[in-house]
Structures are given as C-alpha cells and as structure tokens.
C-alpha cells in the first residue's frame, strides 16, 4: 500500500483527480503527444516503450536499498506534511514492507494496463478505510520521487524523472477514480461484533463476527481487519464461508509469534468484542462460466477460501468435481480436516486429502507441490491455491509444468493475506 489514513470516510469525494505532481522542477506532466510523434509506442495509460524502460531501469538501480529507500521516503513525508504522522501506526516496519511490494508490483505490471488498471482500482476502493484524501495523492507523489532521485543517483534524470511522474500520475488517477465510484455504492468500513469463536491447536482460532450492516462478498475473496488493541494496524483473512443468509463471516487467525494483531485475536478477544472490516478485495473466485473441474491446495489457515470455495460451490448447485489438498508440517496441525471428510462424504463430488510433510504417518506424506505430483494430471482444471507463499509459488510452478495454464491458477498476492496476517 502506499499510505494509511486515521479514519475512513462514506462520502464521495468532490475534488477532481489532479493531472501532475506538485513540489519538484521535474513533476510537470509530459506532453505524450510530442514524444509519440517521435516514434514511441504509447500503450493506454499514456506510457511509452521508454518510458516503461525507463522505470524499470532505475527501479533497478533503487532495489538494492530499497529498505533504506523507504525509511527515507516516511522520513521525508513526515517531515514535509507532519500534519499526516497520526494517520499512520505507530509502528511502521510492516507499512513499509507494504509501500515497497505495492511499488514493485505496479512496475511489474507497467506494460499490462488491464493487470495494473485493477490492482491499483483494487488499492483505491481499499484506501478508502483509511480517510484517504485526493491532496494526499499529491503528496505522496512528490515524496516518492524525491525518494527516488535520491537513492538512484546518476541513474535519475529528468527524463527518467517525467517517466515516473507520468506512471504514478496514472496509478494516481486510477486509484482515486475507484474510490470514488466505491463510495456511491457501498461504506468504508464496516463493524463487526465478534458473536463465536472455536479453538483449535497450535494457536489457531475460527472467529465469526457479525456485521453492522451487510457485508456483500464473494467465496474466495480476503479482507482487511482493524482491531481496537491495534488502532491503525491493518491485517488481511479470508473468510472461511460462502456467503451466509444470517450475514455472519467465520475467519480463520492463526497467532504468530510476532502478530501483534492476530495475537490480540487469538488470545484477547471475547465474545461481543467490536472490530472493522475493510472492503472485500481479491480474484480467487469460482469462475461461474467455466465447466471444467476444480484442484484447491490450502496449506495452513490457507484453509479458509477453499473452504469458502467449497461451501459456494454447494450452495451454487455446482457439480463439478472439487479435488482438495490440505496440507500442514504435522498430523495435530490438521485443524479442520474431520469437517471437510464429513462434507466430502455427504457430497459425491468432493474429494479430500491431506498431506504431512514433516512426519511419518499412514497416508499421504511429503509437501503439497510434491504430493499433487502422485495425483493428476490437472492439465483440465481450474486450480486455486491458499497458504504460505512458497508453498503456492511451489504448487503454480508444478502446475505450470505439467500443463496448466496460468491463466488457470488462481491464488491471492502472495503479501495479502499469505505474508501480511501478522
């Protein structure tokens, strides 16, 4: 993410999305005109073949300090607009992890305008829950470049510095567009009181909350959380349920041993206890309009959206066979497993199996990706995958190899909610 905002906010912002970046000689925007007159092919955001190199290039230069890059860009935003301190947490080390993976994987998707257009609508409809504001946009722009300059060195100069200013003006635009139509349709935030909670091993709990007011998600999807322990601090779960007639969410929260909110979670929270939801956000859906059949591998509380996934395609009607993969490092961490054998039982279409990787028992023994190897082929299938980020790198680069297309496998950014539950 780029920033986080104090408060969130129901109403449709008024001003107009701004065009430039103000506070630095370099940040006028570019005439596009002018240089594909020149011979540049422009692609829809209004970047060039060059200008795409161009950031690529010095982002290149920056990523080897770029921990330190970030420390200096907060650094500087502070002290430019200290009026923004207070709307960040207090302890920063996870929201610049989050700027610096927000950052890479917009460059990343530079050349792909569909990809970038919805990942950043995705961050703008988020950003809503933190009282983001247009002129903070602007900002944040002039820090970040300034940020840039100065860790590229050499590598910055003014052309390079008109290719950055165009690529976030257009991240920019995208984002507070979304936000914007988000707010005609639906709140910031939502409250929800914790009414159950179910306890299992290993320092993992199912906490099922109940809205203030509907909650419209779809199986599959994560969503931001905010605790009252943790003000500010904002962690990603998956629901672990289809949608529900009486509106309530059940979320699986595993306490790490530096989860300074799923600890809270996990060990503090009671029953009638009050936290917030961020909008739902993520891809890892039931593509209603496939026929082809399902492989789901969840490591850990990975569980959750195949779980979800699962539930839906009961609710739906859909008969498509449904294979499972659930794995863990141990037999006693196979938190859930007796409630998906006993749905699988009462549905011909499910299949259930779970794999042990660090000890020797009766069935299936080894990692997930080498585990869906001994199964197969899966070269016919729509494939989602849920848990720890090697795990899932894992299991697609498996895929992948024996035919599956990537257009096939689904899974969630591998910081939200699979690096960032802390």
């Known amino acids: 993410m780029w920033f986080q905002a104090r408060q969130a906010r129901d109403t449709p912002r008024s001003d107009a999305p701004h065009s430039g970046i103000p506070g630095a000689p370099w940040q006028e925007p570019p005439d596009v005109r002018s240089r594909a007159a ?27 300090v770029a921990a330190d890059l970030t420390v200096y860009f907060y650094s500087i935003l502070f002290t ?10 207090p302890g920063m080390d996870v929201q610049r992890g989050r700027l610096l993976r927000a950052l890479l994987h917009i460059v990343d998707l530079v050349d792909d305008p569909e990809g970038l257009q919805r990942f950043c609508a995705h961050l703008g409809r988020d950003h809503r829950k933190f009282g983001i ?7 944040v722009g002039e820090c970040l470049l300034a940020a840039l300059a100065r860790f590229a060195g050499p590598a910055w100069s003014p052309e390079v510095a008109r290719a950055w200013t165009l690529a976030y003006t257009a ?7 979304a936000a914007e139509q988000d707010a005609q349709v639906r709140p910031a935030v939502w409250g929800a009181r914790i009414v159950h909670r179910q306890d299992f091993p290993h320092g993992i709990a199912a906490i099922t909350v109940l809205p203030d007011q509907p909650y419209p998600y779809a199986a599959g999807q994560y969503v931001s959380m905010e605790t009252s322990w943790w003000p500010r601090e904002w962690r990603y779960y998956s629901p672990a349920n289809a949608p529900r007639a009486d509106g309530t969410i059940t979320f699986h929260i595993r306490a790490l041993p530096a989860g300074w909110v799923s600890n809270a979670l996990v060990r503090r929270s009671t029953l009638g206890d009050v936290v917030r939801l961020g909008p739902p956000l993520g891809d890892m859906v039931l593509d209603p309009a496939s026929s082809r059949d399902i492989l789901c591998v969840a490591g850990g509380t990975g569980l959750a959206p195949i779980r979800a996934l699962v539930e839906e395609s009961a609710r739906s009607g859909n008969r498509r066979q449904m294979d499972v993969f659930v794995g863990a490092r141990t037999a006693d961490e196979l ?26 028992i009766l069935g299936l023994n080894g990692s997930l990706p080498q585990v869906l190897t001994e199964f197969g082929p899966w070269n016919r299938h729509d494939a989602y995958l849920s848990g720890p980020a090697p795990m899932v790198t894992a299991a697609a680069d498996i895929l992948t190899r024996t035919g599956v297309p990537r257009s096939r496998i689904r899974h969630d950014p591998l910081d939200a909610p699979a690096l960032a539950m802390t």
């Open 133 to 139: 504001e247009n002129a903070h946009y602007d900002a």
């Open 335 to 360: 938190y859930g497993l007796d409630d998906m054998l006993r749905f699988a039982q009462r549905n011909h279409w499910l299949n259930v199996r779970a794999a042990v990787s660090d000890e020797d």
């Open 38 to 64: 020149q011979g540049n092919d422009t692609d829809e955001g209004g970047l060039t073949s060059r200008d795409i190199a161009l950031v690529r290039a010095s982002l290149a230069v920056v990523e080897p």
């Open 171 to 177: 991240v920019a635009q995208v984002m507070m567009q």
């Open 80 to 89: 430019r607009y200290p009026m923004v301190r207070d709307m960040f947490p």
